[in-house]
Every structure is written in C-alpha cells, then in structure tokens.
C-alpha cells in the first residue's frame, strides 16, 4: 500500500509506524470516497487486532496472511475488538475471531446494536476507563459515542496515540446520522474529550495515521461548529423546515450530496434542540417537523 496515495496533501504525514502499531488497510464497503478500512493490529508479544471490517475473502486473506506470519514470529493473538457497530468495521470479525479462537471486544451499546447478528457474539465487554494490556503501558478505552452509541477509542498510554475508530478520518467523510443512532451534540462532546486528552498521532479507520493528531480533532470540532452557524444562521431567515434550510445551510456542497447533507442538517437541529437553543414541533397537519429559534 502506497501511503502517499491515500495522503491528503493538508495533512501532516506519518511513514513510519509505531513498531506495536500494525496498520492493514482492508478494500471494504464503505462510504466513498474511502475505499478502505484499516484493521489495527496492536501489541508487542499478545496481539489485540481492532476492527477487521471487509466481507471480502481477498481483503480478509491479506490480514489473515498477516497475522499468520506474526504468530509464526512468536506472538500470541488474544481478541478482535469492534470500535462500533458498522458493517465497515466489523464485517469480518465473526469469521476472523473463530478462525483464531479468540473472542470478540466491544462496548455494550455496540453489543446491542449487533445482537440481531448472532455470529457477532460479542465474548467481553469494554467499558470507558478500561486499560486493555497490549503495548508497552496498555491501552485505555474511551467511551466516544456520537457517530455510533458504542463508539470507543484507543489511547496509547505510552506515546499519546490514537486508535480514532470513525471519530476522525483522513480519507473521507464522518457522517453522524440520527437514522442510525448517530447523536451530533454527543460526538461534539466525544471530540472535545479527545482534543482534552490532546493526542500526538492519530490512527484513523480511514486513511493514513496523521501527526499532530490534536490540530486535526481541533479541524473536525471546529468544522462542525461553523456547520452549527450556519444552521442557525438559516434559521434566523425564517426557514424552518429541513427541505428549506438545506440549501441555506449547506450552500457550499454540491446537490448530489444533498441527502448525506440532509441526515447531518437534522443532526445539527436535533443537537440545538438538546442543547436548549431550538424548539422543534410536529402535528398532524404539517408534512415535515419544523424548527425555530428560541
Ligand atoms: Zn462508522
């Protein structure tokens, strides 16, 4: 894998790894213009492999290649852990876990999400807080919900790294969808709380690891945030319902991308009415819920 192909040019960029630090970019169905998800391996001598998310039998060889070799080189696999519930991330842990024999990692609200999927047992439960043993000080998991209820992150309690899951990108889009339980006041909450924590590297589920990992949690909070203006800006016109707040609002993105707009748009008003800003209301007679300041 060429890691400048994947680059965006107004990123810093990582070439070398973190040696416990294992990333295997797997082709998958995700959300273009990503083509890939990256599966972690990580740990020194007991291996803890993070979101192997590709249905595809060519992808999941090429991990499966990989991690054959790290046991042939000595090292133990102990468990497959699931940032969150998508189908990108977690498509080829069922078979993955059982070929290994080892169990599969992830938050409650993640199990919940998955328990319609009974080859996606999962064995143990992380919680916020957690210090999973691998790498030379373990790894703490954070609770980040917002783009997925059970969404966690991985910090590296030697170096300050990130294990990102789809809280940040460098390839791509993250979309907070409230179809899918995505919550965009939590994943402002989940943003600032990583930005506290201020990461040096950060490893992402989509593109290359980013250095300087604080600056791009600080991009993403603070595009959300002019995002969050201009939502409220178009509300100020009068517009109040999402077909007529759309264009105001997202005047600068082109009408083919108006739907995955449209599910960020009601994300953005839904979190001003948590946050006590907007008042939303619904009645029989009107054919879409409206929305105003208050
Ligand atoms: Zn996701």
């Keep these: 894998m060429n890691e400048q192909a994947l680059a965006r040019p107004d990123l810093p960029q990582v070439v070398a790894s973190a040696p416990w630090i294992r990333r295997v970019p797997l082709r998958s169905p995700t959300l273009p213009p990503a083509t890939h998800t990256n599966a972690y391996v990580l740990g020194e001598s007991e291996l803890l492999v993070v979101d192997p998310g590709s249905p595809w039998p060519d992808a999941q060889a090429l991990l499966w290649d990989s991690l054959h070799a790290l046991r042939a080189q000595g090292h133990t696999l102990r468990a497959v852990l699931l940032t969150h519930h998508h189908y990108d991330h977690v498509s080829g842990a069922a078979e993955l876990a059982r070929a290994l024999g080892v169990p599969l990692w992830a ?7 998955l328990s319609n999927q009974p080859e996606l047992t999962i064995g143990e439960r992380v919680r916020d807080g957690d210090l999973l043993p691998f790498g030379p000080r373990g790894l703490r998991v954070l609770h980040t919900p917002g783009h997925a209820p059970g969404h966690v ?5 030697a170096g300050g790294g990130l294990i990102a899951g789809d809280m940040v990108a460098s390839q791509g889009t993250i979309i907070v969808s409230p179809q899918d339980e995505g919550d965009m006041a939590l ?5 600032r709380l990583l930005l506290a924590r201020g990461p040096q590297r950060v490893w992402p589920a989509h593109g290359i690891a980013v250095e300087e990992g604080d600056k791009l949690l600080l991009r993403y909070l603070q595009h959300r945030l002019l995002r969050e203006e201009k939502v409220v800006r178009a509300l100020q016109t009068g517009a109040s319902t999402l ?22 748009l009601l994300a953005h008003l839904l979190a001003l009415v948590t946050t006590d800003r907007v008042e939303t209301s619904s009645n029989e007679t009107d054919p879409e819920p409206t929305y105003r300041l208050r």
């Design 153 to 157: 992150c991985l910090v590296d309690e």
């Design 107 to 113: 938050h409650p609200d993640t199990q919940r999400r």
């Design 243 to 264: 077909t007529a707040l759309l264009p105001l609002a997202y005047d600068d993105t082109p009408a083919a991308l108006y739907p995955l707009a449209r599910e960020s």
């Design 187 to 191: 994943y402002l909450s989940s943003l």
